[in-house]
Nanobody, 129 residues
Framework: QVQLVESGGGLVQPGGSLRLSCAAS????????IGWFRQAPGKEREGVSC???????TYADSVKGRFTISRDNAKNTVYLQMNSLEPEDTAVYYC???????????????????????WGKGTQVTVSS
């Protein structure tokens, strides 16, 4: 069964850090692009970052310089290191995987999620004092 599982979310104070993990099962991530997205209450889903199968990386302007995406193919996992967190970063964070050209273009060039992407169920990140 193809599955993505996010973990690492939690409650953190402004200025703090968290590292999210996106672990794959049922398939190997080596040839997939992986995107991180987030959705805050009452807001639309927003693309945060993407890493393609050549380790090319894309970031939303709102997280550049604060978030870092990386992948460990040996562990079949992609990470999102989040530093200098702000209350505006509060959201459910999802990872998505795609290996077809349409999905990769959507995620890694436009930070958009589309229906062909495999999604995880999300992990809550709350930034609050």
């Amino acid at each position: 069964q193809v599955q993505l599982v996010e973990s690492g979310g939690g409650l953190v104070q402004p200025g703090g850090s968290l590292r999210l993990s996106c672990a794959a099962s049922g398939f190997t991530l080596d040839y997939y692009a992986i995107g991180w997205f987030r959705q805050a209450p009452g807001k639309e889903r927003e693309g945060v970052s993407c890493i393609n199968d050549n380790d090319g990386k894309t970031y939303a302007d709102s997280v550049k310089g604060r978030f870092t995406i990386s992948r460990d193919n040996a562990k079949n996992t992609v990470y999102l290191q989040m530093n200098s967190l702000e209350p505006e970063d509060t959201a459910v964070y999802y990872c998505g995987a795609g290996d077809d050209a349409l999905s990769v273009k959507a995620m890694c060039e436009r930070l958009r999620g589309i229906s062909t992407i495999v999604w995880g169920k999300g992990t809550q990140v709350t930034v609050s004092s």
